[in-house]
Nanobody, 125 residues
Framework: VQLQASGGGLVQPGGSLRLSCEAS????????IGWFRQAPGKEREGISC????????DYADSVKGRFTISGDNTKNTVYLQMNSLKPEDTAVYYC???????????????????WGQGTQVTVSS
């Protein structure tokens, strides 16, 4: 299993970015994708996840209402649309994957077995 994350960059406060996570190596849709972020000096935070089996999602309170996770089955890609970005959203963002046969996806990093490389998101004027 391999994950390729992309889409980070520099954006002004209030702006938007869309991150992508392309997954390869899964032989079915029984897996979960999680998005995590880690700011300097802070612990890694699980901000969103999706069950690829049925599309169920979950969000951390810190991003609920601003970020949206979605999937494109034709491209085996999961997106994280980030709107109304704030300076405190600045972090390295990671996508991760795990085999999962239930709808409920976890947002804890130890639950995930496969990790993509990080992509930097900087929110600054």
């Amino acid at each position: 299993v391999q994950l390729q994350a992309s889409g980070g960059g520099l954006v002004q406060p209030g702006g938007s970015l869309r991150l992508s996570c392309e997954a390869s190596g899964f032989t079915s849709r029984n897996y979960h994708i999680g998005w995590f972020r880690q700011a300097p000096g802070k612990e890694r935070e699980g901000i969103s996840c999706m069950s690829r089996r049925d599309g169920s999602t979950d969000y951390a309170d810190s991003v609920k209402g601003r970020f949206t996770i979605s999937g494109d089955n034709t491209k085996n890609t999961v997106y994280l649309q980030m709107n109304s970005l704030k300076p405190e959203d600045t972090a390295v963002y990671y996508c991760a994957a795990r085999w999962g046969f239930v709808s409920s996806c976890p947002r804890s990093s130890p639950s995930y077995d496969y990790w993509g490389q990080g992509t930097q998101v900087t929110v600054s004027s």
